[in-house]
């Protein structure tokens, strides 16, 4: 079975069709792989969201040189991956983000990525994050304000000791006109850690955290929360960011799932038990995004689990129980005083299939006034999922989120990604199949097709 020739995309943008026809040369397989897949995901993405064109060759090169070398071994002419990543639930190593646009402002694109470390994911080399330090080493050649003190603080402390180790990630903010955001994330990376069965990840973090900031009073209300409150206490963490900068402006994030899925649970977790004021009609704007692209009715209780519709394909089934849950980040500045809240809505298991989550995310969005680069949206999802199409299923979208911003309109972004080893990508595209098993289309939400 041979790979189907990424090159020959139905609709390539002017830069896209710029760098493959004119600047750049091939490379190895590997690397043209991933940029193939990912670079022509990311024009794409920059096109869409107006990007000027030179912004669009300065992402797009910048992602050609220093982030594709690092994604690894390209899959098998079978389509099988020689290395799955934890960045994403099918194994891929780069999760897209779309920040909405609000009623005065443009959207922007991001990403986070997992480099290739080999052996890292074995007992071969648990600590091996070498690919990780060189991007670090090297980056502020064109990210001068790239600072990593507190990611190589953390490295220092959680990657010490029998502790497992955990997978050291990135991320990418390509902004229209200042310099471009660096970030890192610490992931354990034992499926038992991420379904917070290790009791252990807290009091690690705690103890790096504490040596960082001894008197960091946001931190110490977070905590109070975690271990008072009910729904703090059914939390479990998982994932553990910094921003990339120097430290008196960079943030500190926790990032905790939970099972308790209801809107009383989502109430207490977004004020922190009510101490943290968030306008009432905020928290009614987090229940309709979540009715809304969730198809659930208006009176749906207050005190019920949110329903998990039942998952598709079993290529993942190790990761699949990650996502019925939902996620939290907790921002914990110390300037905050009291941490910032993010909402994440894991739409690869709740809700229908990625077309449906498209018009539905558009629909709310049109209905706030945000829906100016709604088409280009939908054509950029489109694109993406060319190889399969958007209506076949669903994967493409992972999670929605949303932060209550205090100066204006809240902060919606949607996440996907690249679903590299989709069969269709290497036996080509049918439309009449699941986008990720081969069976039959389906909603995602009662088994009948939309």
Not at 232 to 260: C, E
Request: include cysteine; proline fraction near 8%; aromatic fraction near 12%.
């Amino acid at each position: 079975m041979a790979p189907i020739d990424h090159s020959k995309h139905e609709k390539p943008t002017q830069v896209w069709k710029s760098l493959e026809d004119v600047c750049l040369p091939a490379r190895s397989y590997d690397i043209e792989f991933w940029w193939q897949v990912t670079g022509y995901h990311l024009a794409k993405m920059v096109e869409a969201a107006g990007y000027p064109i030179e912004r669009q060759y300065e992402v797009l090169l910048f992602h050609y040189h220093w982030i594709v070398p690092r994604l690894g071994p390209a899959p098998g002419a079978d389509g099988l991956p020689k290395w799955k990543a934890l960045m994403a639930h099918d194994g891929s190593p780069l999760e897209y983000s779309w920040k909405w646009n609000t009623t005065n402002s443009l959207p922007e694109v991001r990403y986070s990525w997992e480099p290739y470390n080999p052996g890292a994911d074995s007992t071969a080399n648990p600590r091996n994050h070498e690919v990780s330090l060189d991007y670090m080493k090297h980056i502020s050649k064109v990210v001068p304000q790239a600072d990593f003190t507190w990611a190589r603080h953390f490295l220092s402390e959680i990657e010490t000791g029998d502790r497992p180790t955990s997978n050291f990630l990135h991320a990418v903010e390509f902004h229209r006109k200042k310099p471009f955001d660096l970030k890192s994330y610490f992931l354990p990376r034992a499926t038992k850690l991420l379904e917070g069965g290790d009791s252990g990840v807290m009091k690690e973090w705690d103890d790096a955290v504490v040596k960082l900031d001894p008197k960091n009073p946001t931190r110490e209300v977070l905590r109070k929360f975690l271990k008072t409150n009910p729904e703090g206490q059914a939390l479990s963490p998982v994932v553990l960011a910094m921003d990339d900068v120097s430290p008196s402006k960079s943030r500190l994030k926790m990032y905790f799932l939970t099972s308790h899925t209801s809107f009383k649970a989502l109430r207490q977790i977004m004020t922190l038990g009510g101490l943290v004021d968030i306008p009432e009609e905020s928290l009614q704007e987090i229940r309709s995004l979540i009715t809304t692209i969730l198809g659930l009715p208006e009176d749906f209780p207050e005190d019920a689990n949110t329903p998990v519709q039942p998952p598709i394909g079993k290529s993942w089934v190790e990761t699949e129980n990650l996502f019925e849950c939902f996620v939290y980040f907790f921002d914990i500045a110390p300037q905050n005083g009291v941490p910032d809240v993010k909402f994440y809505l894991p739409t690869r298991r709740y809700g229908p299939d990625d077309l449906a989550i498209a018009h539905r995310t558009i629909e709310w969005m049109k209905a706030r006034g945000r829906g100016a680069y709604a088409d280009q949206y939908l054509q950029m999802m489109e694109a993406v999922a060319e190889h399969r199409g958007l209506e076949n299923g669903k994967g493409l979208h992972s999670f929605i989120s949303y932060q209550v911003n205090r100066n204006g309109e809240p902060d919606i972004k949607t996440y996907f990604t690249s679903e590299t080893y989709h069969p269709t990508r290497f036996t080509g595209r049918d439309n009449t199949t699941n986008g990720t098993n081969g069976t039959n289309a389906t909603n995602g939400t009662n088994g009948h097709a939309l």
